[in-house]
């Protein structure tokens, strides 16, 4: 077991206080701890969403403390908060669970979080940002053959690949923006004068892949939850190698085809 703030402590120290200073200012949803649950832990449960089906699962897993990429999203209309926000807040006051929510942070860091962990995965390296550190530019060594990377990305993510084959057929410049990461004009511009021949994200808008077409650049989706499932395991095995056998650390998958 440790105690709750040493947790806390050592998890805003790896994330960086420069990353969570940066999440404060540009993202409206949770970068940091949002409830405190009891001062002892002795196992956390990962997630990549916040929801009721995974506090159930947290609970009969004997979980005291949960981190997610998305974390609770506490935003209400006129103060009233919804019959699916009161369920989620039964459960986390009734077991008195911690709560930390880490969505830019985890997105954008440039060792653990989701983009850097996919770009890795993939056998490129980090050349640059995109989205303003929401995603990575990605080099190969040697030209890539597109098709060849579509499978590798349906076994990587565990999810089928919408795959819009609009660029060469080679790539060795890739972009990657977990999440919805769908483009905008700025985007576009951004993609173009970085080179990017293959640009990998988990969802899109009807008009993308006509532009992306148009753009030449060959485009990937590969599900929203499926790819972010990479940031909040990586920041598990860093408290795994902190704590070892003093803490528990699982991540509970509730699988969306989104």
């Not at 649950?37 to 506090?55: D, Q």
């Not at 981190?67 to 989620?88: E, N, P």
């Not at 060594?141 to 089928?160: E, G, I, M, T, W």
């Not at 972010?228 to 509730?254: P, S």
Request: proline content about 2%; overall charge positive.
């Amino acid at each position: 077991m440790v105690k709750r703030d040493e947790l806390i402590k050592f998890i805003y120290q790896t994330i960086g206080k420069g990353l969570l200073e940066k999440a404060a200012k540009i993202d409206e949803v949770a970068n940091g701890v949002q409830i405190l649950g009891k001062e002892g832990v002795a196992k956390i449960a990962l997630g990549v969403s916040l929801n009721e089906a995974f506090l159930k699962e947290a609970v009969k897993r004997r979980a005291d403390f949960c981190v997610f990429h998305h974390g609770f999203d506490l935003r209400t209309f006129k103060s009233r908060f919804s019959i699916s926000a009161q369920k989620r807040l039964k459960i986390i006051f009734k077991n008195d669970l911690t709560i930390a929510g880490f969505h830019y942070s985890l997105d954008s860091h440039p060792l653990i979080g989701n983009s850097a962990v996919i770009i890795k995965k993939l056998g490129a390296k980090i050349k640059g940002s995109l989205y303003d550190e929401w995603g990575y530019v990605g080099v190969f060594s040697a030209p890539q053959d597109v098709k060849r990377l579509r499978d590798k990305c349906a076994k990587l993510f565990n999810h089928s690949v919408l795959a819009v084959l609009a660029g060469p057929q080679k790539v060795k410049t890739i972009g990657v923006v977990s999440g919805a990461g769908v483009p905008q004009t700025s985007h576009f511009l951004e993609m173009e004068d970085r080179g990017v021949e293959l640009f990998i994200s988990g969802e899109t808008h009807e008009s993308v892949p006509y532009k992306m077409r148009e753009s030449g650049i060959n485009y990937f989706l590969c599900g929203h939850y499926n790819t972010e499932v990479f940031g909040v395991k990586a920041l598990g095995e860093k408290i795994k190698a902190k704590f070892k056998n003093r803490l528990k650390v699982e991540f509970i998958d509730i699988p969306n085809e989104v």
